[in-house]
């Protein structure tokens, strides 16, 4: 992390870092006021964290360069600078979900995928600014102010997930953990020019992940290449008892295979993902990609999700149902934000919400509700219910023919900032390629693939079948190398 | 709601929000009514596909059953029902705006 002007900066990779505190070239407690100093110096202008806190990093850097001294063997990521996003506890930290309905909150317990990182020698710089309740594609509802993207602080980051991109893309952490329900990972990765993942449903616990839809939500990671990112889903991945939905299959080495190549792999390329509404640069940048996918070995075959256009529809009624029933808990009583003076308890609970929640989380939770009340249930859940699984077994159809299925991750590099804040349906679009793999509970990759003209990340998006993540790292490696 | 007139629409929100313990200011209301009208109206393409026969997916468990990759029988096991140490009461009231300590206070409860 070099002193520079620049917004943008490549964190040290978590080998280099593991190498040179192993080898004594640097200590932990080093990197971390590193990382703590390009945080005072770019976070101004980008907004990524909602809370630092040094005191935390600093000892948790200590314990490192204690094993370190004592010539003790390395956690896997001894001295790597994180940051979590905020919907993700940490006992002794404030946990926003960006809403000010949990301002002030610091729950009484830590998530398991965040103990996984502390356990495996992570350093915590803090919480990461992201949509009030991972509400949102452009982080702009965030209730504590947008993260802007550090190629151009006129766009958004995308959202999600907007700080964790943000956070990796200019320098200031190695690695963070965000969260992806409709493409709150990917669409953030691909705007900001990082690596983002989308892991299998069920493949990460979601025990301390503060619910938004619940058949949807995920953790992953973000990294500033492929090979971080396989290491840090290596860690964080695996059974939870807390988790009753997280998968009992043994969590491969993920790194392992990654320089294989695409040598005799099958890759798909589903036509309905190259239609109208996609950006001409985006569709070269990823064309581009393919075709040097196809010289490095792989076989690319034409393959059709048909049911590709419903896919929006359908998740904007499914994850405002579950939304709708989440948020249900937020009523003043146990924890949060209290409406001050009310005669009643009615009265307390919706003064408690309209004063806590922000407009695009009401829009939800009275859509969500809307679609689960009596007499529309049938039109609107059930078939969306039912719709779900057509998209699913598009995929399953299509992974009988292909080990892998490349798209573009967004529609358009990173907008501006308000550019679609007043549209919610133009918003919801943004998510158009994202939320068939959400749905379909299959696992993904958002890789950098080229830019704009005006210097804007594009990034391609990999698809794999469930528990497919060995594939899916192979082929992002492989468009990585190729760039 | 897409179909409705504006007065219905606007009375619809109203009802939903109730529902939800939502209190919508006026202009909040027929903001929501004219956003919650476009997405529903944009929704409403999903009445294009006979779903007929289709079993609804409620969650991912489902469909990895049918899924060659995955082992059916060890995804939908329940686990022991044994008592195990919980979060410590003080931890838990904590963060609550009003307490004793061993209850949550509240404002009376009139009608619900």
């Known amino acids: 992390m070099t002193p520079t002007k620049s917004l943008t900066a490549t964190p040290p990779s978590i080998a280099s870092l593991r190498q040179a505190i192993a080898g004594r070239a640097t200590t932990a407690t080093a990197v971390t006021e590193a990382a703590l100093a390009r945080i005072a110096e770019a976070d101004p202008a980008i907004h990524a964290f909602l809370s630092v806190d040094a005191t935390l990093a600093r000892a948790q850097a200590a314990h490192v360069d204690q094993l370190a001294a004592a010539g003790a063997p390395l956690p896997p990521l001894a001295g790597v600078p994180f940051g979590i996003k905020d919907v993700l506890t940490l006992e002794g930290a404030p946990a926003t979900a960006g809403s000010k309905i949990l301002e002030g909150y610091h729950p009484p317990y830590t998530c398991t995928a965040v103990k996984k990182l502390a356990d495996a020698g992570a350093v915590f710089l803090g919480k990461l600014n992201c949509d009030e309740f991972a509400m949102g594609s452009s982080n702009e509802n965030s209730a504590y102010g947008p993260v802007h993207n550090p190629h151009d602080p006129g766009r958004v980051p995308g959202g999600s997930s907007g700080g964790s991109a943000a956070a990796v893309a200019s320098g200031m952490v190695t690695a963070t953990l965000g969260t992806d329900t409709g493409g709150s990972i990917r669409q953030p990765a691909s705007f900001c020019g990082v690596v983002g993942v989308l892991p299998t449903y069920g493949r990460v616990s979601r025990y301390g992940l503060i619910a938004f839809a619940s058949s949807l939500d995920r953790i992953g990671p973000f990294a500033a290449n492929v090979r971080d990112a396989a290491t840090v889903l290596g860690v964080i991945a695996g059974h939870d008892p807390m988790d009753a939905t997280s998968s009992p299959l043994p969590v491969p080495d993920y790194t392992a295979d990654l320089d294989k190549g695409v040598r005799g792999m099958k890759l798909g390329v589903p036509s309905e993902y190259f239609a109208d509404g996609l950006d001409a640069e985006v569709r070269a940048a990823i064309e581009s990609g393919i075709e040097k996918l196809r010289a490095a070995g792989a076989e690319i075959v034409p393959i059709s999700l048909p049911h590709t256009r419903y896919a929006i529809p359908t998740y904007y009624v499914i994850a405002t149902a579950e939304a709708s029933s989440n948020l249900a808990r937020f009523d003043g009583v146990r924890y949060g934000f209290r409406a001050p003076k009310s005669d009643t308890l009615a009265a307390m609970y919706r003064r408690t919400r309209d004063l806590g929640f922000g407009a695009e989380v009401k829009r939800r939770i009275l859509l969500g509700t809307y679609v689960l009340s009596h007499g529309y249930y049938d039109a609107y859940y059930r078939k969306a219910q039912q719709v779900r699984r057509l998209l699913a077994d598009d995929f399953l159809a299509a992974f009988r023919q292909v080990d892998a299925i490349l798209t573009p991750t967004a529609p358009t590099p990173a907008f501006r900032l308000g550019e679609k804040s007043d549209d919610p349906v133009a918003m919801y679009l943004a998510d158009i390629y994202t939320v068939t793999a959400s749905l379909a509970g299959i696992c993904g990759i958002s890789v950098p693939c080229g830019q704009s003209r005006s210097g804007l990340p594009i990034g391609m998006q990999i698809l794999g079948p469930h528990f497919g993540e060995a594939a899916v790292f192979r082929v992002a490696q492989a468009v990585e190398t190729q760039r | ?112």
């Open chain 2, 1 to 112: 709601m897409p179909k409705g007139s504006e007065t219905n629409r606007v009375s619809d929100v109203r009802r939903v929000a109730e529902l939800a313990h939502l209190e919508l200011t006026p202009d909040e209301e027929e903001r929501m009514s004219r956003d919650l009208s476009a997405i529903l109206e944009y929704v409403a393409q999903l009445a294009e596909l006979d779903t007929t026969h289709v079993a609804p997916m409620a969650q991912v468990a489902e469909v990895l059953a049918v899924s060659a990759d995955a082992a059916p029988e060890k995804l939908s096991v329940l686990r022991d029902d044994l008592p195990r140490p919980c979060l410590p009461r003080a931890n838990a009231m904590a963060a609550a705006p009003e307490s004793d300590g061993v209850c949550f206070k509240v404002p009376k409860v009139i009608e619900r």
